[in-house]
């Protein structure tokens, strides 16, 4: 009885850690290269570094997946281009969705950046 409770609750120990724990496919789609990223807990400014690797993430589709811990789905996302530009996505849900992609995201903030001449 008492090993049964045990792997129970071992198990379930495991399953709280890996809630934890969130893999994003960080793809950057936009022309310009990727040369930080970071993450913070949404509505925070807690913002945390992300290594990308050894050399900036490629405009045009280059691609690194990212581990992000903490409590809670929705993070900040911070994206930093080799050109200067500097995005940041707010309330991105972390545990529904499983990739983000720069250049999609850097489009629509163009488009409301831009006020509409009708």
Request: aromatic fraction near 8%; include cysteine.
């Amino acid at each position: 009885m008492h090993a049964t409770i045990l792997i129970t609750l071992l198990f379930a120990g495991g399953m709280a850690q890996a809630e934890d724990l969130h893999y994003l496919d960080l793809v950057n789609t936009a022309p310009s290269s990727l040369t930080a990223f970071a993450v913070a807990p949404a509505g925070s400014g807690e913002w945390r570094e992300v290594q990308l690797g050894d050399a900036p993430l490629q405009g045009g589709g280059d691609s690194a997946t990212v581990a992000i811990r903490g409590e809670g789905c929705l993070r900040d996302l911070r994206s930093t281009f080799r050109d200067g530009r500097v995005l940041v996505q707010r309330d991105f849900d972390v545990c529904r969705y499983r990739s983000y992609h720069t250049g999609q995201y850097l489009r629509r903030a163009r488009a409301v950046a831009r006020p509409s001449h009708d």
